[in-house]
């Protein structure tokens, strides 16, 4: 009997026990792993946006790798063809103003090709086929996808217009000494071009309609730029001053003459740089329409 009694009341004092501790409040147990913070933390902040340099940069490295294959056609067709052009004025011209001017043109129509015709066809079917979304979805700025891009197609350009340019001149007896000028022509000529090719086949609706513009401003450039202006009626010498690349080819021939006016020279190679800049930006602002559509 007095063991129950004893049992008893040990149970009693455990459910006492257990009673009390039940109603210690949770948030003062120590490591207590129950308690709910009042106010949420705030949201994780962004990175910084990319810049446009290192963007830049990558996206040349890119458009250059995914080129390499079709470089060497690519280079042949372009050279082969402002030669062409070259040994054909040969028979018409002779030298002096006239074959510097078709040395001149020839050399500037590697460009014309690349950076004009084939970078409006890239575009117009990197539009049609949704390509722009990947670019899209990529932490660069706008403008690094454009100049990447057209930088990529412009130094494709760079060897044709070499041996187009040494080539023109031993075939018309022209000097060598001034072929460092293509170190500036190339550039910014080629920038001007690019930036009027990429916003053809970004501006056009249909990819057959951006190939066609880029042709028929690869034409213009062959038949304004090539042909000697002093032949042209007046009317043809006024859509030649409205062609970006026809600076580029004046500049090149003035370098040609025994005292070359360096002065009108480097006024040419600015329109070139300022044509360039308003065309690369008419393209940017056309690849950013494009993209979010």
């Known amino acids: 009997m007095g063991l ?39 949201a994780a902040e962004l990175g910084p946006p990319a810049r446009l340099w290192p963007s830049l940069a990558a996206v040349y490295r890119a458009q250059l790798s995914r080129a390499r294959v079709a470089r060497i056609p690519l280079l042949f067709v372009a050279t082969f063809q402002s030669v062409g052009i070259a040994v054909m004025m040969r028979g018409v011209v002779d030298s002096g103003h006239e074959a510097q001017s078709v040395v001149a043109g020839s050399s500037v129509l590697v460009v014309a090709y690349v950076a004009l015709n084939l970078l409006s066809q890239y575009f117009g079917q990197l539009r049609a086929s949704g390509g722009l979304d990947h670019y899209a979805t990529l932490p660069v700025p706008p403008a690094a996808v454009v100049l990447g891009a057209a930088a990529a197609y ?9 041996v187009t340019a040494v080539f023109g001149c031993v075939l018309f007896g022209l000097p060598l000494s001034n072929l460092w000028i293509l170190v500036a022509v190339i550039p910014l000529a080629g920038a001007a071009l690019a930036g009027l090719g990429a916003a053809c086949g970004l501006l056009a609706p249909r990819p057959e309609l951006a190939t066609l ?34 600076y580029g080819v004046e500049a090149y021939a003035r370098t040609f003459g025994a005292h070359p006016d360096w002065a009108v020279v480097f006024a040419d190679l600015g329109v070139c740089a300022g044509v360039g800049v308003v065309s690369l930006a008419v393209a940017t602002r056309a690849y950013r329409r494009a993209a979010v559509r």
């Open 213 to 246: 513009l880029g042709q028929l401003g690869m034409s213009a450039a062959l038949l304004l730029g090539v042909l000697p202006a002093d032949r042209m009626p007046e009317v043809v010498r006024l859509a030649r001053d409205l062609l970006p690349s026809t």
């Open 4 to 42: 129950r009694d004893g049992r008893g009341e040990r149970d009693r004092r455990r459910e006492g026990e257990q009673l009390v501790v039940s109603v210690v409040p949770a948030e003062v147990l120590p490591g207590s792993a129950g308690t709910v913070p009042e106010t949420a933390p705030g």
């Open 154 to 162: 412009a130094s494709f350009t760079v060897p044709g217009t070499l």
